[in-house]
């Protein structure tokens, strides 16, 4: 079983910055993509980021530019800084583990942006 933890959620101002940070009970020097979704009230779990085992990242349009995926092999870890937030990202933040054919989540972290 492979267990996800995620961090780094919390409230931030408009313009502000944060990052998470989702760790692996298991080596990711493998894996073949980890990647961060979000769910904000009402809405559908979307994309954020992703990024595979080559380390090709995939990004929503929404974040393009502001936000970053990278790994943490030393802490078999998955980042996402994010810059420049907007109060549209107020999500609820999950990380997503696929191997093989199986997928696992973490529990999610808050994140709300506002003044």
């Known amino acids: 079983q492979v267990h996800l933890v995620e961090s780094g959620g919390g409230l931030v101002q408009p313009g502000g910055s944060l990052t998470l940070s989702c760790a692996a009970s298991?080596?990711?020097?493998?894996?073949?993509?980890m990647g961060w979704y979000r769910q904000a009230p009402g809405k559908e779990r979307e994309l954020v980021a992703s990024?595979?085992?080559?380390?090709?990242?995939n990004y929503a349009d929404s974040v393009k530019g502001r936000f970053t995926i990278s790994k943490d092999y030393r802490k078999n870890a998955v980042l996402l800084q994010m810059n420049d937030l907007k109060p549209e990202d107020t999500a609820v933040y999950f990380c997503?583990?696929?191997?093989?054919?199986?997928?696992?989540w973490g529990q999610g972290t808050q994140v709300t942006v506002s003044s």
């Open positions: 990024v595979a085992s080559a380390s090709s990242t």
């Open positions: 997503k583990l696929t191997r093989t054919t199986t997928d696992y």
């Open positions: 298991i080596s990711i020097f493998s894996i073949d993509r």
